[in-house]
């Protein structure tokens, strides 16, 4: 169980991995909203190519 | 600072924010993971996209 001295440097060491765990979380979260964003540019940008490229091939398969 | 068995059960308290902190951050980079993978996927689709309107666009270009 140990001494009251060595419970307060336990629990001292507990409360910094706490923190330094919250840290790690905010980072991980920072990173999920960044590649949410690019998620969502790429299938925009992927939009873009299917609406553009939807009429062509159409027109290409009338001529045939 | 308080009796042993205070700090007995704040020690204890900790140790199971510190797991469930971990757990977190497991699910998290599950998500990372996954979202990388359709970050790749969406790439390569706008990749194919991009290799099949190049040539199209080059051709109706030069009938101008």
Chains 1, 2 share one sequence.
Do not use: W
């Not at 629990?11 to 923190?19: M, P, Q």
Request: hydrophobic share 40%; net charge negative.
């Amino acid at each position: 169980m140990g001494t009251l001295r060595d419970l307060q440097l336990a629990l001292s060491e507990k409360i910094e991995e706490l923190r330094q765990r919250d840290e790690l979380i905010d980072e991980l979260e920072q990173e999920l909203d960044e590649k949410d964003a690019l998620i969502k540019h790429l299938q925009n940008e992927l939009a873009k190519y299917r609406a553009v490229l939807k009429p062509i091939t159409e027109k290409h398969q009338a001529q045939m």
